[in-house]
């Protein structure tokens, strides 16, 4: 569990206290105003320099002894920051946790503050080039994203009542993309983003340099042998190379260190032979989170 779940969730899930979702937040750190302006400019912040660093050339500053470690403490620092936010040009207090379906579910249907949009993921935009309307929004956030065309999807409806969001959230997960709930900036809760990797800029710093950027679920997976026929149609599902497979045997196999408890396995899985079960049930993990 991380020291964000313990200290705002009462050592349960942080992202279903619906108090992190209340315009009351938003209101009370000017979030309106601190939003429009990040997202203006939202390709600048990855570029902008933070402490003498920033994410240009992450990969090779991260290698160098000393100066490495550096760069990946100040980054975190930046990222687990729970003080006011102050300045749009730094993704300060924007963590993130992957969820599985049924968390998603529950955030749409008793959390998140409306209205409630879907957006084109910048992540993906980005990195490929691509719109696609895959991410989430609450509350102020929506609003803004009402002032900044280009995030706007090319439909004429990207307004979406309680249903409607539980419906694209469910189709996305179906198709493989990893359910992830991220405070931005801290302690606001406006965004439930349904990211692949490698594009999400929250799962890439993890995954290639281990900076806790996005933390796992609070799940893992838990398969059944007896129901799986070894067909390996979860194998290339899985965006963490979680799963594996064994010739000889003729079955899975499963590296429960890499798995993120996303859930997105089950849905390819004819057989039903694979469940999520709650992390902290595994012995012998630790604080895996
Ligand atoms: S966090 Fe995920 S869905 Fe959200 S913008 Fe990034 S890749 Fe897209
Ligand atoms: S998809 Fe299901 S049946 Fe097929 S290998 Fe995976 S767990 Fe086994
Ligand atoms: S094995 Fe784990 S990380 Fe991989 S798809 Fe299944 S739940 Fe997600």
Request: net charge positive; with cysteine; glycine share 8%.
């Amino acid at each position: 569990m991380c020291d964000l779940c313990m200290k705002h969730g009462a050592g349960g899930k942080w992202y279903l206290n619906a108090e992190h979702y209340s315009n009351r937040i938003a209101e009370r750190y000017n979030l309106r105003d601190f939003l429009l302006e990040q997202y203006k400019n939202f390709e600048q912040i990855s570029i902008r320099k933070f402490r003498g660093f920033n994410a240009v050339g992450l990969g090779y500053k991260l290698r160098m002894p000393i100066i490495g470690r550096i760069v990946k403490h100040t980054a975190e620092k930046l990222l687990h920051s729970t003080n006011p936010p102050t300045n749009p040009f730094r993704p300060e207090g924007h963590i993130g946790q992957v969820v599985p379906l049924e968390d998603a579910v529950a955030i749409l249907e008793t959390c998140a503050a409306e209205p409630i949009i879907e957006k084109n993921c910048m992540c993906r935009y980005m990195s490929r080039g691509i719109k696609e309307a895959c991410c989430i929004n609450f509350g102020v956030m929506s609003e803004i994203v009402d002032k900044l065309p280009r995030f706007i999807p090319e439909k004429d409806k990207y307004h979406l009542t309680r249903r409607q969001a539980v419906e694209r959230f469910t189709e996305h997960n179906k198709k493989g993309y990893i359910g992830s709930i991220w405070f931005g900036p801290f302690p606001y809760i406006n965004n439930l983003c349904s990211c692949a990797s490698p594009e999400c800029a929250g799962i890439r710093p993890r995954l290639d340099y281990g900076i806790k950027s996005i933390y796992k679920s609070e799940y893992i997976v838990d398969p059944d042998p007896d129901k799986c026929t070894g067909c390996r149609a979860c194998v290339s599902v899985c965006q963490f190379k979680a799963i594996g497979y064994d010739h000889a045997l003729k079955r899975i196999t499963l590296d429960y260190k890499k798995c993120f408890g996303c859930g997105v396995c089950r849905h390819a899985c004819k057989q039903e032979a694979l469940f999520l079960k709650p992390r902290d049930e595994v012995h012998g993990l630790g604080k895996n989170y």
